[in-house]
């Protein structure tokens, strides 16, 4: 495996579900990013982790929990979701956990909330 | 007013043709610059960086950045059905990274 890979690639669930999204980097990078992307809207930076530690948690809901074991994997714990939660899920890493560094996305996860 | 504008398109041009996309900002904290590239059902990649004002080239690529006007272009050369993507503009400071809504190109054989 190369770069940024995520899974599930597809995912339905239902509002009452609990699931989690998986994102592994193959980089060696110390910086991993949570954004959400819905249809004609701009990305929205969810989650940042720098050294494994969570350094930006931009107003997220608490249904959505990420969690950063080890500078390699990143997860974004899902539960109780909303319809309006449905969108693709992207991934990213970089070098350090400054903005100003290149940041490398996996293919997402296609999110469908019923 | 939005951070960042785009123009989501949709935009097609025939093969061959130059490709103009183009954003505004208008924080005037933001102090490098990039185009993203996504193909369908794909992650975005980063296409161009840049920190300064001016052109900066790379193949059929060229991005120009005007501070002064906040306001940043991509242009695409001899386009080819390849380039048939999302282009997404994006802006960072120290503090922030904020992105586009996104433009869908279709490069037409």
């Known amino acids: 495996e190369t770069g940024v890979t995520q899974t599930p690639r597809h995912l339905v669930m239902g509002m009452t579900n609990k699931k989690s999204l998986k994102c592994e980097q193959h980089?060696?990078?110390?910086?991993m990013y949570w954004y959400k992307q819905s249809a004609k809207k701009p990305l929205e930076l969810m989650f940042v982790?720098?050294?494994?530690?969570?350094?930006e948690n931009n107003s997220v809901p608490s249904r959505f929990s990420p969690e950063c074991p080890n500078s390699s994997h990143l997860f974004l714990h899902l539960h109780t979701l909303q319809p309006e939660d449905s969108a693709l899920y992207l991934c990213a890493s970089s070098q350090g956990g400054q903005y100003q560094e290149t940041q490398y996305f996996g293919p997402g996860t296609r999110l469908l909330v019923l | 007013q939005k951070e960042v504008e785009q123009d989501p398109g949709p935009l097609s041009v025939p093969e061959g043709a130059i490709v103009s996309l183009n954003c505004t900002y208008s924080n005037s904290a933001f102090q490098y610059f990039m185009w993203y590239r996504q193909y369908s059902r794909k992650g975005p990649e980063l296409l161009m960086y840049?920190?300064?004002?001016g052109n900066k080239e790379d193949g059929r690529f060229t991005a120009q950045v005007d501070k002064s006007s906040k306001y940043i272009s991509l242009f695409i050369r001899d386009s080819q059905p390849s380039d048939s993507a999302t282009y997404l503009c994006?802006?960072?400071?120290?503090?922030?990274?904020?992105f586009g809504s996104g433009t869908q190109l279709t490069v037409l054989p």
């Open positions: 980089l060696g990078h110390n910086a």
């Open positions: 840049t920190y300064s004002s």
């Open positions: 994006a802006w960072g400071s120290a503090r922030q990274l904020t």
């Open positions: 982790y720098s050294l494994e530690e969570r350094v």
